[in-house]
């Protein structure tokens, strides 16, 4: 006959503790329904992370500028040293054939020197090395063999020289593309900030924009971008006027013009217009020329350089005002020099 036993109840203590911890995770979820949500940031707290993160792309800019410029004097550094094996394979080539050529009529007037046989086909530096040898063959021999000596080392340098230069440019284009996703990064989560706000405190933002944009372009149309001081030279008054020119132009990141510009994009441009090289990013050109700390030495044309790792560069205006591509999202512009975001370092004269 089966046997029908009664199941065992749960403990008093143990229906205590699962009711306790029930009850708690009731209170949790209550908790996490009723949380208040995070604080939206407001406008002005938006703004300020904005341009943080537009200056710190603007940092990854210069160095992208630096590593691609690099990497563009590595391609034409390698490119002409890839030119000169070539032609010296062929000198070399010439060489080797005129020894032949001496060896064959040696050998059609009665024979042909053991060592210079033997030379043909082996390396002539282990002859070159033998006293022995030279003595055994002509003047004319011996200063061919040295030339063949001489243009194989100078090649076996160069396709050294080549080597070394084709892995920096490996590791050049790996930086290149590390900055170039930093920018893009930075770019990126300012757009995402951007995105945040309401309509209408997107409309300030734009408008506080545009209202800088304006006053720049009064300055150009009232003739108020004249100079309050004579030009340092010339060349800085004609890279000054290439630069108005362009006022209203786009901020892009590693642009170099004529239709958009990053800051030290814009310099080098301007320059150029003016028949002036000179570097490419901000940190390479603020170390050509003479340098000016006193703002009020400062001349129209000159180059100015803000914050303390020299990532932001213009062209002075005059009474305190710069002439600048400022960051993404603007163009170029008139700008106080107050007002930059960052301190005044030092001015550059060309």
Excluded at 186 to 192: F, P, S, T, V, W
Excluded at 216 to 240: C, E, K, T, W
Aim: with cysteine; glycine share 8%; proline share 4%.
């Amino acid at each position: 006959m089966a046997s029908h036993r009664r199941p065992k109840q749960p403990s008093r203590a143990r229906v205590t503790v699962l009711t306790t911890a029930a009850a708690a995770a009731v209170a949790v979820s209550a908790q996490a329904a009723n949380a208040a949500p995070s604080a939206k940031p407001s406008k002005d707290e938006v703004k300020s992370k904005v341009d943080n993160l537009y200056e710190q792309a603007e940092q990854a800019t210069e160095k992208y500028n630096g590593a691609k410029e690099k990497q563009e004097k590595l391609q034409k550094e390698i490119s002409t040293i890839q030119d000169s094996v070539a032609r010296g394979q062929q000198e070399l080539n010439k060489l080797r054939d005129g020894l032949g050529s001496m060896a064959a009529g040696q050998y059609r007037t009665g024979g042909i020197d053991p060592s210079l046989q033997l030379f043909l086909s082996a390396d002539p530096d282990d002859y070159l090395d033998k006293a022995s040898t030279l003595d055994q063959l002509s003047g004319q021999q011996v200063e061919a063999l040295k030339k063949i000596q001489d243009k194989q080392r100078e090649l076996t340098q160069e396709r050294s020289e080549a080597s070394s230069k084709l892995k920096d440019l490996a590791a050049t284009r790996t930086e290149l593309g590390n900055k170039k996703k930093e920018v893009q990064g930075k770019l990126a989560e300012a757009q995402r900030l951007l995105n945040s706000l309401t309509a209408a405190e997107k409309a300030a933002l734009d408008a506080e924009q545009a209202r800088a944009s304006r006053a720049s372009a009064d300055r150009v149309q009232l003739g108020n971008s004249a100079p309050a001081s004579a030009p340092a030279s010339g060349r800085a008054g004609a890279a000054f006027s290439a630069a108005q020119s362009k006022v209203g132009t786009p901020y892009v990141y590693g642009a170099t013009g004529p239709s958009s510009f990053d800051c030290s994009g814009l310099t080098s441009w301007a320059y150029a217009q003016a028949g002036v090289s000179i570097p490419r990013t901000s940190e390479a050109q603020a170390n050509i020329g003479t340098r000016i700390y006193s703002q009020s030495q400062l001349q129209v044309g000159d180059l100015v350089f803000f914050f303390n790792d020299l990532h932001h560069v213009g062209l002075y205006a005059g009474n305190g005002q710069t002439l600048h591509a400022p960051r993404p999202g603007t163009a170029v512009r008139y700008e106080s020099m107050n007002t930059i975001g960052g301190p005044f370092m030092f001015g550059i004269r060309v």
